[in-house]
């Protein structure tokens, strides 16, 4: 089975407000046109220390979206059930890092945090779902902030789109040495506790050379398959390809996201499978909302991740 191709864009900022590439989500929009009305008739309406007590309102509601929250991530962990999961590999544990982004505000103390929760939950196996950095100069504090990941089975990583834009080779150089190792389109299969499991990987679809078919040729069909992938709609595709988890990053979770509102800007490639966990037919797939990226935050804190895989039947809802 081939996997279809997903049209690319070029090099740019993904949010951008070009056509196709970001979706604002019509209610957020709505919503905010109707706050400014009402607040201007408000205005109309009240003296001046209800207009003084409104501005700052505004003004605090602003510093918390671009102050605290994007400053302030959370460890986040789940545990995530597959009927036929080999019992060996009932407890294992996954670290998911998505978006460090580095070169924003807050992405190296952020990171920081996130490598220390990481070192100190000494997860099985250690997931990187690409966009490390935003500017090329910050390919050289990757080597600092990183080294002291470390995990049983490994540390993996797939590249992101801007990845791909600032110097992925030089990146995987830089990483090498501390043991990161980036899948592209390739696989590696790993033995725990006597069970099989397949940790594969793909290039980005947004800029790389995605192929999922190279990255599962061969895995065996009674073991457990892991998919990293930076872009969470491979899910779909993944799921017609027998993956059983599939860790993504990309959307940032829409930056802000808050009930009946939903995400707020999600870009291509991220507009099915948003933000948390979703699946995909039998595919569970979980998005990370990252690390770093534009210091706006709103109800949706960067995060860090631990996943502990449980033998079990799948709760739906």
């Given at each position: 089975m081939n996997t279809p191709r997903i049209e690319k864009t070029?090099?740019?900022?993904?949010?951008?407000?070009?056509?196709g590439r970001v979706r604002y989500a019509p209610r957020w929009l709505g919503a905010g046109a109707g706050a400014v009305g009402l607040s201007a008739?408000?205005?109309?309406?009240?003296?001046?220390?209800?207009?003084?007590?409104?501005?700052?309102?505004?003004?605090?509601?602003?510093?918390?979206?671009?102050?605290?929250?994007?400053?302030?991530?959370?460890?986040?962990?789940?545990?995530?059930?597959?009927?036929?999961?080999?019992?060996?590999?009932?407890?294992?544990?996954?670290?998911?890092?998505?978006?460090l982004h580095l070169g924003h505000r807050f992405a190296a103390e952020n990171t920081r945090w996130a490598v220390a929760q990481m070192r100190a939950e000494a997860p099985d196996i250690l997931a990187i779902t690409g966009d490390l950095v935003s500017y090329h100069k910050n390919i050289a504090d990757l080597p600092g902030l990183l080294a002291p990941l470390r995990a049983p089975l490994g540390v993996y990583a797939v590249a992101g789109n801007h990845d791909h834009w600032e110097g992925l080779?030089?990146?995987?150089?830089?990483?090498?040495?501390?043991?990161?190792?980036?899948?592209?389109?390739?696989?590696?299969?790993?033995?725990?506790?006597?069970?099989?499991?397949?940790?594969?990987?793909?290039?980005?679809?947004?800029?790389g050379d995605a192929d999922l078919d190279a990255a599962l040729k061969g895995r065996p069909a009674d073991g457990f398959t892991l998919l990293l992938c930076h872009v969470p709609d491979m899910a779909d595709t993944a799921a017609t390809h027998g993956v059983h988890l599939q860790l993504s990053?990309?959307?940032?979770g829409g930056h802000m996201s808050l009930p009946w509102l939903g995400s707020f800007a999600l870009p291509r490639h991220g507009w099915r499978y948003p933000v948390g966990?979703?699946?995909?037919?039998?595919?569970?797939?979980?998005?990370?909302?990252?690390?770093?990226g534009i210091p706006l935050r709103l109800g949706c804190p960067p995060e860090a991740t631990i996943i502990t895989l449980r033998r079990g039947r799948r709760e739906e809802g």
């Amino acid at each position: 089975m081939n996997t279809p191709r997903i049209e690319k864009t070029r090099h740019g900022n993904p949010f951008a407000p070009t056509p196709g590439r970001v979706r604002y989500a019509p209610r957020w929009l709505g919503a905010g046109a109707g706050a400014v009305g009402l607040s201007a008739l408000f205005l109309v309406r009240s003296g001046r220390l209800a207009t003084v007590a409104l501005g700052v309102a505004g003004l605090a509601g602003a510093a918390y979206a671009m102050l605290y929250e994007p400053s302030h991530p959370r460890l986040e962990r789940i545990s995530l059930r597959f009927e036929n999961l080999p019992a060996a590999l009932d407890g294992l544990r996954i670290g998911h890092l998505s978006d460090l982004h580095l070169g924003h505000r807050f992405a190296a103390e952020n990171t920081r945090w996130a490598v220390a929760q990481m070192r100190a939950e000494a997860p099985d196996i250690l997931a990187i779902t690409g966009d490390l950095v935003s500017y090329h100069k910050n390919i050289a504090d990757l080597p600092g902030l990183l080294a002291p990941l470390r995990a049983p089975l490994g540390v993996y990583a797939v590249a992101g789109n801007h990845d791909h834009w600032e110097g992925l080779p030089e990146m995987i150089d830089a990483l090498r040495p501390l043991g990161v190792e980036f899948l592209m389109n390739t696989q590696r299969r790993l033995h725990w506790r006597g069970a099989e499991l397949t940790v594969a990987g793909v290039d980005d679809v947004w800029e790389g050379d995605a192929d999922l078919d190279a990255a599962l040729k061969g895995r065996p069909a009674d073991g457990f398959t892991l998919l990293l992938c930076h872009v969470p709609d491979m899910a779909d595709t993944a799921a017609t390809h027998g993956v059983h988890l599939q860790l993504s990053g990309h959307t940032h979770g829409g930056h802000m996201s808050l009930p009946w509102l939903g995400s707020f800007a999600l870009p291509r490639h991220g507009w099915r499978y948003p933000v948390g966990l979703d699946h995909a037919g039998k595919t569970q797939v979980y998005v990370s909302r990252g690390i770093g990226g534009i210091p706006l935050r709103l109800g949706c804190p960067p995060e860090a991740t631990i996943i502990t895989l449980r033998r079990g039947r799948r709760e739906e809802g």
